[in-house]
């Protein structure tokens, strides 16, 4: 086979990235290693950046999004008891963030390229990258017991965390920055109406809690817990009793629970792979970085790596200048670093640390209350939430 992008993984970001360039006329192939179904029924993010919204109706995949997205101008942040509205819209000139889950969006990605006859093959195996310093890259897997190889100009590596293509960065080039923390969260999804029109993100004495929802009718929870906790350590009930429990008073009796659709519990890490581009291969998304989730950024980082690297494709192509590829891996780093310390900063604020002293945890709550009482802190934050603007 031959194609101009061969492109590893069919999430958001591998999705995006080939409907964005097939509108400028280029074409790709995506490997997918899961079925469909099973890319789809992934329950992750809820919360999209103006930046994503705009990104995706450019790729001519916002319509639902558009229509069944929930428009949200603030969210509540809630300590000692008491709650507090911070006002994005009111901090930052009137921006807002979409509340539409990862899983709708990535069947409306899917649609789109299955309306515009995208090459996307599921269920692949092996996949290996080869030449990625030649300007003949390949790659190279297996289904159904048949090997295969695509040849192309280029590699996205958009595979997530766990995927092959970091891997092709030669380690004397790769350089990676992580930080693992110590708890955990455990999600639970549900067909229940939200406790609050909008999010909620509550530091309590016994751990993080956050109220996030994907529609009018279902609610997406969730409570940090200890690291080495599983799933089967919490029943519905459990996380029930505990989240009321965290909930601020005047939230508690508006509470309505219910058999939960999906529960998962997992550990919050950061993750950086420096360079993001090597050679013919450019990694996108999860496969170079990971946020810790609290402040709702690695869906919407997956999207501004694949703006950048599909507007330096297109300029390679149309232009035929390397400015842009050349650029890639250092201007999304920047916005990525970015991310990265806002992530780390909110985790930090709203998390209790089993190692944090009594002193430690004064701070923390002197700075929740600096930030309750002060608008160019809660300009801070809101800037940050709603999405930096690009370069
Ligand atoms: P993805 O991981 O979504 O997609 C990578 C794709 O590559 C997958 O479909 C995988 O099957 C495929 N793949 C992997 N290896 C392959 C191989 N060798 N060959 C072929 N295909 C291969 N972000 C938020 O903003 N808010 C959240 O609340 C949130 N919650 C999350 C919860 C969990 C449990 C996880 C894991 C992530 C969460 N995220 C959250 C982050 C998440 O939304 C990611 O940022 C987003 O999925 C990134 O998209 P991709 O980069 O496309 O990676
Ligand atoms: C979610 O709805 O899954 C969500 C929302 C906001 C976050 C993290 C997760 O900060």
């Given at each position: 086979?031959?194609?101009?992008?061969?492109?590893?993984?069919?999430?958001?970001?591998?999705?995006?990235l080939?409907q964005?360039?097939?509108?400028?006329?280029?074409?790709?192939v995506?490997?997918?290693?899961q079925?469909a179904?099973?890319?789809?029924?992934?329950?992750?993010a809820?919360?999209?950046?103006?930046?994503?919204?705009?990104?995706?109706?450019?790729?001519?995949?916002?319509?639902r999004m558009?229509?069944e997205?929930?428009?949200h101008e603030?969210?509540?942040?809630?300590?000692?008891?008491?709650r507090?509205?911070?006002?994005?819209?009111?901090?930052t000139?009137g921006?807002?963030?979409?509340?539409?889950?990862q899983?709708?969006?990535t069947?409306?990605?899917?649609?789109?390229?299955?309306?515009?006859g995208?090459?996307?093959?599921?269920?692949?195996?092996d996949?290996?990258?080869?030449?990625?310093d030649?300007d003949?890259?390949?790659?190279?897997?297996?289904?159904?017991g048949?090997?295969h190889?695509?040849?192309?100009?280029?590699?996205?590596?958009?595979?997530?965390f766990h995927?092959?293509?970091?891997n092709?960065?030669?380690d004397?080039?790769q350089?990676?920055?992580?930080?693992a923390?110590?708890?955990?969260w455990?999600?639970l999804?549900?067909?229940?109406?939200?406790v609050s029109?909008?999010?909620?993100?509550?530091?309590?004495?016994?751990g993080?809690?956050?109220?996030?929802m994907?529609?009018?009718?279902?609610?997406?929870?969730?409570?940090?817990?200890?690291?080495?906790?599983s799933?089967?350590?919490?029943?519905?009930?459990?996380?029930?009793?505990?989240?009321?429990?965290?909930?601020?008073?005047d939230?508690?009796?508006?509470?309505?629970?219910g058999?939960?659709?999906?529960?998962i519990?997992?550990?919050?890490?950061?993750?950086?792979?420096?360079?993001?581009r090597?050679?013919?291969?450019?990694?996108?998304?999860?496969?170079?970085h990971?946020?810790?989730p609290?402040?709702?950024?690695?869906?919407?980082?997956?999207?501004?790596d694949?703006?950048?690297?599909?507007?330096a494709?297109t300029?390679?192509?149309?232009?035929?200048?390397?400015?842009?590829?050349d650029?890639?891996?250092?201007?999304?780093?920047?916005?990525?670093w970015?991310?990265?310390?806002?992530?780390?900063?909110?985790?930090?604020?709203?998390?209790?640390?089993?190692?944090?002293?009594d002193?430690?945890r004064?701070?923390?709550?002197?700075e929740?209350?600096?930030?309750?009482?002060s608008?160019?802190a809660?300009?801070?934050?809101?800037?940050n939430?709603?999405?930096l603007p690009f370069e």
């Amino acid at each position: 086979m031959r194609t101009q992008i061969g492109i590893v993984g069919a999430g958001p970001a591998g999705l995006l990235l080939s409907q964005l360039l097939h509108l400028q006329g280029i074409e790709s192939v995506v490997l997918e290693r899961q079925t469909a179904a099973h890319v789809q029924g992934r329950v992750r993010a809820g919360v999209l950046e103006g930046g994503t919204v705009e990104l995706a109706k450019l790729a001519q995949c916002g319509d639902r999004m558009a229509r069944e997205g929930l428009v949200h101008e603030g969210a509540d942040f809630c300590f000692g008891g008491a709650r507090h509205r911070i006002d994005f819209a009111a901090r930052t000139g009137g921006k807002s963030v979409l509340v539409y889950g990862q899983t709708e969006w990535t069947r409306d990605l899917m649609a789109a390229r299955a309306a515009r006859g995208g090459t996307v093959i599921y269920e692949v195996e092996d996949v290996a990258l080869h030449d990625i310093d030649s300007d003949a890259p390949r790659l190279t897997w297996r289904k159904d017991g048949e090997e295969h190889e695509l040849t192309c100009d280029f590699i996205a590596g958009c595979d997530g965390f766990h995927g092959v293509s970091r891997n092709a960065i030669p380690d004397p080039v790769q350089r990676r920055f992580e930080k693992a923390f110590p708890f955990a969260w455990v999600g639970l999804l549900s067909d229940t109406k939200p406790v609050s029109d909008e999010l909620i993100y509550i530091n309590h004495e016994d751990g993080f809690s956050l109220c996030s929802m994907r529609s009018a009718t279902r609610s997406r929870y969730y409570l940090q817990c200890p690291l080495q906790d599983s799933v089967g350590d919490w029943s519905d009930d459990r996380f029930w009793t505990e989240l009321s429990r965290r909930l601020p008073e005047d939230r508690r009796e508006g509470l309505e629970t219910g058999p939960s659709l999906e529960k998962i519990v997992t550990p919050l890490r950061s993750f950086v792979c420096e360079p993001m581009r090597h050679g013919r291969l450019f990694l996108a998304g999860d496969a170079a970085h990971i946020v810790p989730p609290t402040g709702a950024k690695g869906l919407n980082l997956a999207a501004s790596d694949v703006r950048y690297l599909s507007q330096a494709l297109t300029g390679f192509y149309r232009d035929n200048s390397t400015d842009l590829i050349d650029a890639y891996s250092a201007t999304c780093l920047r916005r990525v670093w970015k991310a990265q310390r806002f992530s780390h900063w909110l985790t930090g604020l709203m998390h209790r640390y089993p190692d944090a002293s009594d002193f430690d945890r004064r701070l923390q709550l002197a700075e929740l209350d600096y930030i309750a009482r002060s608008s160019a802190a809660q300009t801070a934050l809101a800037e940050n939430y709603v999405g930096l603007p690009f370069e």
